[in-house]
């Protein structure tokens, strides 16, 4: 059984860095063809695919949040992290982290059918 948990603060101040971490058992993130992949849901909206690191060390992203985006890992640990820059109250969201098997090739953002595992979630606030 793979399992996938999110962690960090709960609350961040508008114009400063959101920085997750998601902690993995039951499967290596260096597994060939694993993206490790950050995904996010605002109150009352939709899921919104974020970005991902590949099994490889490369990284994927999100157009729209490119800029403000890094995804890195910690191999050691097992662990893959999310850093979201200058965040703004529209970015108050549940933040999930989700094993991505690859399926689709090189289609970005990737279909959700490719993702078998997810945290629960972690709800994030952004206010002052």
């Known amino acids: 059984q793979v399992t996938l948990q999110e962690s960090g603060p709960g609350l961040v101040k508008p114009s400063q860095t959101l920085s997750l971490t998601c902690t993995v058992s039951?499967?290596?993130?260096?597994?060939?063809?694993?993206?490790w992949t950050w995904i996010r849901q605002p109150p009352g909206k939709g899921l919104e695919w974020m970005g991902a690191?590949?099994?490889?060390?490369?990284?994927y992203y999100s157009r729209s949040l490119k800029s403000r985006t890094s995804i890195s890992r910690d191999t050691s640990k097992n662990q893959f992290t999310l850093q979201l820059t200058s965040v703004t109250p529209e970015e108050t969201a549940v933040y999930y982290c989700?094993?991505?098997?690859?399926?689709?090739?090189?289609?970005?953002?990737?279909?959700?059918?490719?993702?078998?595992?997810w945290g629960q979630g972690t709800q994030v606030t952004v206010s002052s």
């Open positions: 690191i590949a099994w490889s060390g490369k990284t």
């Open positions: 039951g499967d290596s993130i260096t597994t060939t063809y694993d993206y």
């Open positions: 989700a094993r991505d098997r690859g399926l689709a090739g090189d289609t970005w953002p990737p279909p959700w059918y490719g993702m078998d595992y």
